[in-house]
């Protein structure tokens, strides 16, 4: 739909290399918000700040961060002009559905429909924004959970990334491999909020599909469990 993936990372990397300042808008829900999980500490989008406009010397970038805890793509849809489109972002960043999936099975279209309906009108205003969208991290499932029906929504996500060429940060992926090996307690707060070191596992991965980690830099060597 958009110009491909290889095109956005390209795109990036050449705005990236201009040396002008770039506007990064991050939209989302608590875990973007970095809202009282965090216990104080730094959220995944302060950590890519850091490394961004203080390892990398990028300075007068501009990391503007719009997320709202308790927000559906459904609010950021009726939010748009102010959380999104007023800052005719060079980049967007994307990360909902954790709320979304309270609605089950039978709310991946509607869902599916409000992500791609937001996509549409940020591209239709600035055509050349790079997008970069987000799956879901794991949650811990217990009988009777609202949102155990959240793979669906991460699987949704991906088709979208292909659909409109978007940089993928496959954050239900990562997070899956910590669930196998009984890790995944260690980077929540509570079933579902990152806690310090979830953020860290999201801001290595979003730096990672970015092509800016560094595993030697202050924030590639910060602990994970």
């Given at each position: 739909m958009s110009q491909g993936n290889q095109d956005h990372s390209t795109r990036l990397g050449a705005l990236l290399?201009?040396?002008?300042?770039?506007?990064?808008?991050?939209?989302?829900?608590?875990?973007?918000?970095?809202?009282?999980?965090?216990?104080?500490?730094?959220?995944?989008?302060?950590?890519?700040?850091?490394?961004?406009?203080?390892?990398?010397?990028?300075?007068?970038?501009?990391?503007?961060?719009?997320?709202?805890?308790?927000?559906?793509?459904?609010?950021?849809?009726?939010?748009?002009?102010?959380?999104?489109?007023?800052?005719?972002?060079?980049?967007?960043?994307?990360?909902?559905?954790?709320?979304?999936?309270?609605?089950?099975?039978?709310?991946?279209?509607?869902?599916?429909?409000?992500?791609?309906?937001?996509?549409?009108?940020?591209?239709?205003?600035?055509?050349?924004?790079?997008?970069?969208?987000?799956?879901?991290?794991?949650?811990?499932?217990?009988?009777?959970c609202t949102r155990n029906h959240l793979a669906l929504y991460a699987e949704e996500v991906r088709k979208i990334a292909i659909e409109f060429d978007a940089i993928l940060v496959d954050n239900a992926k990562d997070w899956k491999v910590a669930k196998e090996s009984q890790r995944l307690w260690y980077w929540l707060s509570d079933a579902f909020h990152p806690n310090e070191y979830g953020h860290r596992v999201m801001a290595h991965s979003l730096l990672k599909a970015v092509g800016l980690f560094d595993a030697n830099s202050i924030i590639g060597r910060l602990l994970v469990p």
């Open positions: 290399a201009s040396g002008n300042p770039l506007r990064w808008v991050f939209a989302g829900d608590s875990i973007t918000h970095g809202a009282l999980h965090t216990m104080g500490y730094r959220d995944y989008t302060e950590h890519f700040s850091e490394r961004l406009r203080y390892e990398l010397g990028r300075s007068r970038d501009c990391i503007i961060k719009t997320a709202v805890s308790g927000w559906s793509i459904n609010a950021i849809a009726e939010d748009f002009e102010w959380s999104v489109s007023q800052y005719r972002p060079h980049v967007f960043s994307l990360n909902v559905g954790m709320n979304d999936c309270t609605a089950g099975p039978e709310g991946v279209c509607a869902f599916g429909s409000a992500y791609r309906d937001v996509l549409k009108r940020l591209l239709a205003e600035k055509p050349e924004t790079t997008l970069v969208i987000h799956t879901p991290t794991v949650i811990v499932e217990e009988p009777g």
